[in-house]
């Protein structure tokens, strides 16, 4: 199509946030690294390379996704352990505090719950910040890796993406059948992958995660959870996902108790106040 007259003046215009973030309720960062520090560690799940694994935190305790062996990166699903209905919402987490998240950010729950989940309260990776390409790390722009996009590229019938394991994992914990289960698996955080989009086209691009043996992040549970974490086959997402070629590497998360009382004053926030009436009596 041509160009109107005034498409320079169109382009110009400044744009405006979406969700002004400024009057969101702000974690007590302190508060929550007074009470890590005297924390004492409950147990620890193996994530195997191109699988996933199922881990629980009671509203109050501490997690922590590491690398242990080589760059590799992890989608990371949530749920509240009560209810399987209250998941992460990378979207709306997305909208309010931008692509990547990093320490003070949290994940935020679906409707009609939004409200906290989890916090992050430590970023090794922190220092990456945004590249000469616009990357950075840990996303809540890509989806996951699964099983469908794939065959609708490919034509490959591949059940070791993110999406697969999550699924396996999930029913594995619950008594769940797969496809029972699979309805509740959700869009993630995508734990020290580093992505963004192309400057040109527009397109998510993938890029070297990277993550290093001994960086992590690390969460503290606002509500009861019940998180699954799958260690991608793309490895470091170099190259590629959704295949048995990249070079993958486990994922470590631990679960840590404060001690009593290091929490004074601190409540798991309820849900969203919102009265649902819709603008119906």
């Keep these: 199509m041509t160009e109107p007259s005034d498409a320079a003046a169109r382009r110009a215009v400044e744009p405006v946030i979406c969700y002004p973030n400024e009057t969101l309720p702000v974690p007590d960062l302190e508060l929550y690294a007074q009470a890590r520090k005297g924390a004492v560690k409950l147990g620890e799940v193996v994530v195997p390379p191109r699988d996933a694994a199922c881990f629980r935190v009671k509203a109050g305790q501490f997690f922590r996704i590491s690398s242990v062996e080589g760059p590799q990166v992890g989608d990371l699903n949530l749920w509240n352990a009560e209810d399987l209905s209250e998941r992460f919402y990378s979207g709306k987490s997305r909208a309010l505090h931008g692509t990547h998240l990093t320490v003070g950010e949290r994940m935020w729950s679906s409707f009609p719950?939004?409200?906290?989940?989890?916090t992050i309260i430590t970023d090794t990776l922190d220092w990456y910040g945004i590249d000469a390409y616009g990357g950075s790390v840990h996303d809540v722009i890509g989806t996951r890796c699964d099983p469908y996009t794939g065959n609708l590229l490919s034509g490959t019938q591949y059940h070791h993406c993110c999406h697969s394991n999550l699924t396996r994992a999930l029913a594995d914990e619950t008594g769940l059948s797969l496809h029972e289960a699979e309805a509740h698996v959700h869009d993630v955080l995508n734990v020290f992958m580093c992505?963004?989009?192309?400057?040109?086209?527009?397109?998510?691009?993938?890029?070297?995660?990277?993550?290093r043996p001994g960086d992590h992040l690390e969460f503290f549970a606002e509500i009861d959870l019940l998180g699954a974490l799958s260690a991608c086959p793309g490895g470091d997402c170099s190259t590629e996902h959704s295949s048995d070629t990249a070079r993958c590497h486990p994922l470590l998360v631990e679960m840590f108790e404060p001690a009593q009382g290091a929490l004074n004053g601190w409540v798991s926030p309820p849900v969203n106040g919102y009265d649902r009436s819709h603008g119906r009596a």
Aim: proline content about 9%; hydrophobic content about 35%; glycine content about 8%.
């Design 113 to 118: 719950y939004l409200r906290p989940m989890a």
């Design 195 to 211: 992505t963004g989009f192309t400057r040109d086209t527009g397109q998510y691009f993938m890029k070297a995660s990277p993550v």
